[in-house]
């Protein structure tokens, strides 16, 4: 017999066991990470057998629209209708929702049938900066604490209107974490994060492709002392073609799916692979 309902503090270490045994938090090595963050949006949901967390769900929103950003749930429970639960719990039905699969024929059947639909592939690049080209012109805003609140809110603008809808309270706290950069461009933007084995990249987006081109390889271009960096972006980003050719490697592959007309813009938008 599961339950299922809204996480507490209390119940963070459950849930964070459970990250773990699917590798979630390898690029999260110090707290607070994006679990802290889903907790205290209050969009956390955990399922439990016999008192113990065994699954989670959790959801980010970007003005109007749910990005579902977690559903897990621990091998030796899964296919008891307990990932379906959750889902039901976390989705609101007429709300526009997207979400980015595993290639597990399991979830994006799961997804299809709550209403969303494959639109292309997010493709997850690791790669050295030594043989990135230059970017356009560039005007980095510094790290992201030291920004200032107008340079956040810029970002915010731009960001907005690339991903689907407003997030400012979540940039904010990404912005805040140590290690995280800003670089705002005027027309584009990226946010890079210090990781164990080099940087990475996203959210970031731009006005035009060109601009979120340039937005990213300035972020790149400013970081590249730390030799590798990671980022993730669909499959219409003409950035593909040009990391690739730099010797960028796609090291994994998701389903991006969504329930409607396309919310985001998929030529000029890199999401975070955590927070979307």
Do not use: K
């Not at 897990?72 to 007429?94: A, I, K, N, W």
């Not at 002392?225 to 993730?232: D, E, F, I, R, S």
Request: proline letters at 8%; charged letters at 20%.
């Amino acid at each position: 017999m599961y339950t299922v309902r809204q996480a507490g503090p209390g119940d963070l270490a459950g849930v964070r066991a459970v990250a773990r045994r699917f590798g979630n938090l390898g690029q999260w090595p110090h707290r607070p990470d994006y679990l802290d963050r889903e907790l205290d949006n209050g969009r956390l949901t955990a399922g439990f057998a016999d008192g113990v967390v065994v699954g989670f769900g959790a959801t980010f929103a970007r003005g109007g629209l749910t990005h579902l950003a977690d559903l897990f749930v621990l091998p030796e429970h899964q296919s008891s209708g307990l990932g379906r639960t959750l889902l039901t719990r976390l989705l609101t039905v007429d709300a526009p929702r997207v979400t980015f699969a595993s290639s597990d024929p399991r979830a994006v059947a799961l997804y299809i049938r709550q209403g969303m639909r494959p639109i292309c592939p997010l493709l997850y690049l690791r790669g050295p900066l030594g043989a990135l080209p230059g970017p356009g012109a560039a005007r980095p805003a510094g790290p992201g604490e030291e920004a200032g609140p107008d340079a956040v809110a810029a970002v915010a603008v731009l960001d907005a209107d690339a991903s689907g809808g407003r997030r400012d309270a979540d940039l904010a706290w990404y912005a805040a974490l140590p290690g995280v950069t800003t670089v705002h461009t005027g027309t584009g933007y990226a946010m890079v994060r210090d990781t164990r084995d080099g940087v990475q990249v996203g959210p970031a987006g731009g006005q035009t492709t060109r601009h979120c081109t340039d937005a990213v390889l300035a972020a790149l271009a400013r970081h590249r002392a730390a030799g590798t960096a990671t980022l993730c972006l669909f499959g219409p980003n003409p950035l593909l073609p040009v990391l690739l050719e730099a010797g960028f490697t796609i090291a994994d592959m998701d389903v991006f799916l969504s329930s409607g007309a396309d919310p985001l813009a998929l030529d000029r938008y890199l999401p975070h692979p955590d927070l979307g």
